[in-house]
T-cell receptor, first 115, second 112 residues
């Protein structure tokens, strides 16, 4: 079974600073996909960034980047130049398409950006 | 292009009743998934449909069912509602799941 662990229930960061959210996962699969989703108070889950496990290069999307350590089964999210709009719940998710398109989500990290 | 549309946004039902939630995916997306989100259990997978076929099902009782129509729109139904079914139900669609799903804003179901 796949499990995803986010060990930081809450975090805060000053506006314009950098913050890193942690995520670890457990799987016996070799090919899979990892995602970070953001859920603001509006409730809609928004895809932040995705990583293909067979790619060694860490994914980057503007101010968002990941540190993917496959051997350690770690997938952290770094947010640079934090903005007030980044305040939200952040969920790490795992998907192995061999067993169907099913997300396994972590419990989330509530991030607050302080002005 | 239009996003994933879920209706209704809010719903209050009485224990024992049944409810149907609707989801209209992004045009061209044939995969539709449903998730239940609660404070205690987090985000849990309900089922996934692709071209009107259920491809995958989560660990929920048979009271939870769904279907997908030929236009990819999907509905989920919960029968004999229990208080514990109170949750945010999220629908998501994708053309290819590995590229990530687009989620709707959810239906907040309250069972009283």
């Amino acid at each position: 079974a796949q499990t995803v662990t986010q060990s930081q229930p809450e975090m805060s960061v000053q506006e314009a600073e950098t913050v890193t959210l942690s995520c670890t996962y457990d799987t016996s699969e070799n090919n899979y996909y990892l995602f970070w989703y953001k859920q603001p108070p509006s409730r809609q889950m928004i895809l932040v960034i995705r990583q293909e496990a067979y790619k060694q290069q860490n994914a980057t999307e503007n101010r968002f980047s990941v540190n993917f350590q496959k051997a350690a089964k770690s997938f952290s999210l770094k947010i640079s130049d934090s903005q007030l709009g980044d305040t939200a719940m952040y969920f790490c998710a795992f998907m192995n398409t061999n067993t169907g398109n099913q997300f396994y989500f972590g419990t989330g990290t509530s991030l607050t950006v302080i002005p | 292009k239009a996003g994933v549309t879920q209706t209704p946004r809010y719903l209050i039902k009485t224990r024992g009743q049944q409810v149907t939630l609707s989801c209209s995916p992004i045009s061209g997306h044939r995969s539709v998934s449903w998730y239940q989100q609660t404070p205690g259990q987090g985000l849990q997978f309900l089922f996934e449909y692709f071209s009107e076929t259920q491809r995958n099902k989560g660990n929920f009782p048979g009271r939870f069912s769904g279907r997908q129509f030929s236009n990819s729109r999907s509905e989920m139904n919960v029968s004999t509602l229990e208080l514990g079914d109170s949750a945010l139900y999220l629908c998501a669609s994708a053309s290819r799941g590995s590229e990530g799903y687009t989620f709707g804003s959810g239906t907040r179901l309250t069972v009283v």
